[in-house]
Structures are given as C-alpha cells and as structure tokens.
C-alpha cells in the first residue's frame, strides 16, 4: 500500500536552518513523528560524498532534535543498504544532477529510494536533488535534448533551481523538448517546494516560476507562498 507523504524540494540549503518566529521550518516536516526514534539518511552521489555537506545535513538534524543520521556512500554497501531501509528522513544531496543518477542506476540506491518513499518515509531533495525527484534530469549548462533523462518523477514537474539570473532559460528549453502535456517548475535561491499527497504545490518562502507550452511557447505563471516571512 503506497502510504508517501509530501516531497520537499529545496533549491539550496539555506531552508534547512530557516527560522519562524523561533522555529526551524523543518519541525513542520517531522511535527507529528516521534523525534528520538528517528533515522535519517544522507545520500551524497551527486557531490562525490563530500563529508562537509553530510556535516551541514546532520547539524540541520539535530537542530530539530534527530541524531541517528548516517551518511549513504556512494558504495552503498550492505550497511548503508540496511540503514536506509529502515531510516524515515531522506536527503538527496545537491551537486551534479546525471552524475548522481548514474550512482542511483547502477547501485540499486534508486529502487531503494522509490520503495521508501511507498512506505512514507521523508524525501528532500536540495539543488540536484530537487530536480532529481522531479520528471527528469539535465546537466547543468548548455541544454542539449538527448542528454534530458527522465528521474524518478514523484513530483510531475521538470524542476529547475537557482537559475532566476537566467530567467530560466534551460527550464524553458527543457519543458518544450518535453512536449505540450509537460510543465516545469523554477525554484528561486533560498526557496523550495512541498508537493502535497493530493498533487497541489505549496511554495516556502519565495514565488515559484510555473512553465507550460502555448502555440510552441513558453508562457510562465508565478505561485505565491502563503507565507514569506522565513528569515
């Protein structure tokens, strides 16, 4: 029985220490869960492992009172297997978007992945991670439509992050590669995404930028958070 909760896309890791009139954003994703039993699971493909951002992760854990964190290895052996089976906070790490799906593809780390978040476990996905967890991946740069490969598509949008400067533009190129029926979503630095179990976005702290396609165009809709005042 598929039992997902809401999928958090962040497009960087500021939200991760974000504060509202005292407390940390990420209480409102563990609020009804029992704080001392949980295990929560960094998975660092996408950056090499990098043992600086898995410190950044288990500091934000801890700040909501979680310390069994471990980080899931690239290796993916058969005790970082065993912890993620059971852990309930998952992290997809940011980094290089097709260079950690590859690690996901040819470990098992990504069946893994989609049978956790089945059974209700927590899934955040920051920068690469976020798009990961959307409809497809790209590297980041010059956009090209056969190095578009479709991700694991719990979220039904192709996700973009931290490319306002750009005015989205490989976002844009994605989404008409994609076809009509497809539509992308842009994440501005310092926000993020909770996809909801009954399909609707909810954006955290900054307006999202939502693309589809008319008459072979992109045309762009802006959704506004209910709440902006995360400092």
Known sequence: MNTSRPVYL??????????????????????DLQKDSLKAAYIGASNNDLPEFYDHFVA???????????MIRSSFSKNDQNFLEKADIILLSGGDVEQG?????KTGIREAIVSKHEEGAIL????????????????????????????????PYIIAVHEEKSNWKNLRKTVLFKGEY?????ISTGGGI?????????????????????????????????????S
């Open 194 to 230: 909770i996809y909801h179990e009954d399909k609707t976005i909810e954006p955290i702290r900054f307006p999202l930028y939502e693309f589809s396609i008319k008459d072979n165009q992109t045309i762009e809709n802006l959704l506004i958070p209910p709440e902006m005042d995360y």
């Open 10 to 31: 962040f497009s960087d890791s500021q939200l991760l220490f974000r504060k509202l009139d005292g407390v940390s954003f990420l209480n409102s994703i563990i609020e």
């Open 60 to 70: 934000a854990m801890e700040n909501i009172g979680i310390r069994n964190c471990r």
């Open 182 to 186: 497809s539509k992308g979503i842009g």
């Open 101 to 105: 799906w590859d690690v996901f593809v």
């Open 124 to 155: 955040i996905g920051i920068s690469a991670g976020a798009i990961q967890l959307g409809l497809c991946g790209y590297r980041e740069g010059e956009i090209q439509e056969e190095r578009v490969f479709d991700a694991f598509q719990f979220v």
